[in-house]
């Protein structure tokens, strides 16, 4: 008789997955973290914000944004300095 009985899900669906996409994060010069890719972006108790739709989001660098944790151009208001450029880690 064929049947799945032994066979077990690969993922158990109480366990959260998250895939291996690769997600960009691009450093703005004196702006926001520009996140590309499929990100699950949650508070610190894990209530996740509604980013259907948004192939990307920027995230505020500065602190000034009313709209944290997204940038909302206030980075320029403020004249936010803050050049950055790869360098080894410590
Ligand atoms: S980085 Fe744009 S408002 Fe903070």
């Known amino acids: 008789m064929l049947g799945l009985a032994g066979v077990q ?3 158990d669906p109480g ?14 010069p004196n702006g926001p ?3 590309e890719g499929s990100i699950v972006l949650s ?9 259907t739709g948004k192939p990307a989001v920027s995230l505020c660098r500065c602190g000034a944004s ?6 909302d151009g206030s980075h320029n208001r403020i004249g936010f300095q803050c050049a950055a450029s790869p360098e080894p880690l410590p």
């Open 9 to 11: 899900p690969a993922v």
């Open 15 to 28: 366990v959260s997955v998250f895939m291996s996409e690769t997600v960009k994060i691009t450093v703005r």
């Open 33 to 35: 973290l520009r996140v």
């Open 43 to 51: 508070d610190a108790n894990g209530k996740v914000w509604d980013l």
């Open 66 to 71: 009313e709209k944290r944790p997204f940038c």
